[in-house]
Nanobody
Framework: QMHLVESGGGWVQAGDSLRLSCVAS????????MGWFRQAPGTEREFVAA????????YYADSVKDRFTISRDNAKNTVYLQMNSLKPEDTAVYYC???????????????????WGQGTQVTVSP
């Protein structure tokens, strides 16, 4: 079982930046693609960004493109989500996810990921 622990969430004002981190353990990190999803109260979990095992390919939801950047450091078993120009609508619990088999158009499908972290809260005030 892969264990994922997110950190870096918090309360910020609109326009500010945050960097989320997700540290993985228990499995070979480079075997896994990684994703970030978020869920606001009363809504379904939605795709934010994903990155393939090597970091050469990244994928973003339209709502965060050009504001958020996903990256990974395989030497540290860590995936990051740099969030700039935050908006109130970015407020949500952010989850890190991993899967060894997800690829192509599946990156944005939360059901394709088998390993999840506990989430970290991001709150953006106007």
């Amino acid at each position: 079982q892969m264990h994922l622990v997110e950190s870096g969430g918090g309360w910020v004002q609109a326009g500010d930046s945050l960097r989320l981190s997700c540290v993985a353990s228990g499995r070979t990190f480079t075997n896994y693609a990684m994703g970030w999803f978020r869920q606001a109260p009363g809504t379904e979990r939605e795709f934010v960004a994903a990155i393939n095992w090597s970091g050469t390919n990244t994928y973003y939801a339209d709502s965060v493109k050009d504001r958020f950047t996903i990256s990974r450091d395989n030497a540290k078993n860590t995936v990051y989500l740099q969030m700039n120009s935050l908006k109130p609508e970015d407020t949500a619990v952010y989850y890190c996810a991993a899967d060894a088999w997800v690829h192509g158009s599946e990156y944005s499908d939360s059901h394709k990921y088998n390993h999840w972290g506990q989430g970290t809260q991001v709150t953006v005030s106007p």
